[in-house]
């Protein structure tokens, strides 16, 4: 049996980072600001290459965009306009705000703390106006930096076993996850927000290239160190995550000629010094495949983890008609996304949160999702403020389109109190939370489903707030007390996991001060 069949890892992993009220209270941690982790990685000896400036718009509806697929089948290949579209709406700096310290630069894609742990980098055969090659995304520039000239996406077809997206793929974007520069704030917690912040950002990259019409697939099964060493990262510090195929071409690429030489650049460091937290490296060396057997066995088969039928009343939801469906531009809704730092107590209405929960549960193309539908967390709602919706909790029935009430009420006081005593949960007009029960995760896939579980909510959740900006509705991600949130929507949730909360509703402020 390897390290990955024994799940034990990941339970471990999981009980030891769960909040409660006193796991906050007795813990000494202070984030230690003159020690601050840069944000960006920094190859200072490689020559920087500019991606254009002028960044297309595709035109596409987001609401359109998060909810529908590009057939794997259609051939289309992105060329360097389309690379920087891809890139942008995914990573890139979309605004920037000075304070007493500095100047803060807040990206596309919500993130944890601000602090960016997540990495993208290229690995493509030659597309038009970009040479083949590996490729380093700088996003303070907005540039690339070339690890490595030529085509070494055989290197990748090998890595994942001969999966049929990236053996086609012209383009595959790997993105790698830097423990430190989270761990700064977050310590051990870091490698779940590994999962929601690769995740917020896959939400985006994913959308923008459906509004392109490239297919596009999230694949987590790939030989961990046959990847890491292709990019050559320092895997004490940072490690692959996930890998996006992007396109179709018909040809394959040429055969991976031989393991990837080390490259031995030189990296600016992130901060004068680092704290190690051995959990989750130990996390993740025991969710790391090791053979292109296990890579193989690895994917597909997802649990069906659709909840119980109904038992309580239900509410049919009502997405908005097409006559009334919102539809600014899946870039105007990156541009003006951004965290809300205070809800107003008005209500939405079930036309609004209908639309979101159906167009953001449509499905998303991975491999660990197969057969297509497949999800692996359940939305669980504490409803305050929304029309045509008594206030209660809930559990969301995707495949009938319905919303069970499992308990009416008036709860913003437990809503602030499960999302770590702060005023958004309390103040939002619903609150949404993913749970998930693990065991017949971890029972498939192994440690490894541990990833995919939390990769899976950051998606779902990067997909929420999208959904709820298109609407014109503020959102955020929030952290929780995780036994106590269970507890809360117990019995129904009995011996699921709490794994995500993102909060949503009306902006107290204009979207320019949200931004703090
Ligand atoms: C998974 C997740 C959890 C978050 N948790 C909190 C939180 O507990 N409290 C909070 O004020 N903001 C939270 N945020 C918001 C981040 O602080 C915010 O995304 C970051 O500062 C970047 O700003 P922006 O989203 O406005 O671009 C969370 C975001 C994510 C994605």
Redesign the pocket.
Known sequence: MTDNRNSDAAWNYHNATKHSYNSIRTNAHFMDWSNHPLPFKIYPALEPMRLPGEVRQSGVAALSAIAERVSAQTKASPDLEAVAQLLYFSAGI??RRKYSGGEMY??A??????LYEVELYLVCGELGGLEAGVYHFGPAEFNLRKLRAGDYRGALVEATGGEAAIAHAPLTIICTCTYWRNAWKYQARTYR?FG??NG?LLANLVAVATALGLPAKVVCGFLDASVNRLLDVDTRREVAFSLVALGRAADLPPQASSESNPLSLEIVPLSEREVDYPLMREMHAASSLESKEEVQAWRGGAPMTDSPPPAGPIVSIKPLSDAEMPRDPIEQVIQR???T?KFARSPITLGQLSTMLDRATRGVPADFLDPPGAQLNDLYLMVHAVEGLSPGSYVFHRNRGALECLKPGDFRADAGYL??Q?E?PADAAVDIFFLADLRPILQRFGNRGYRAVQLEA?IL?GKLYLASYAQRLGA????FFDDAVTGFFSPHAEGKSAI??VAVGHSAKNKLQ??T
Do not use: E
């Open positions: 979309t605004r807040f990206r894609a919500a993130c944890t703390g601000a927000h929601w912040d917020t996304r951004g965290s730092r999302g770590l702060q958004l950051g959740g955020t991600g929030l952290t995500f909360l949200d931004r």
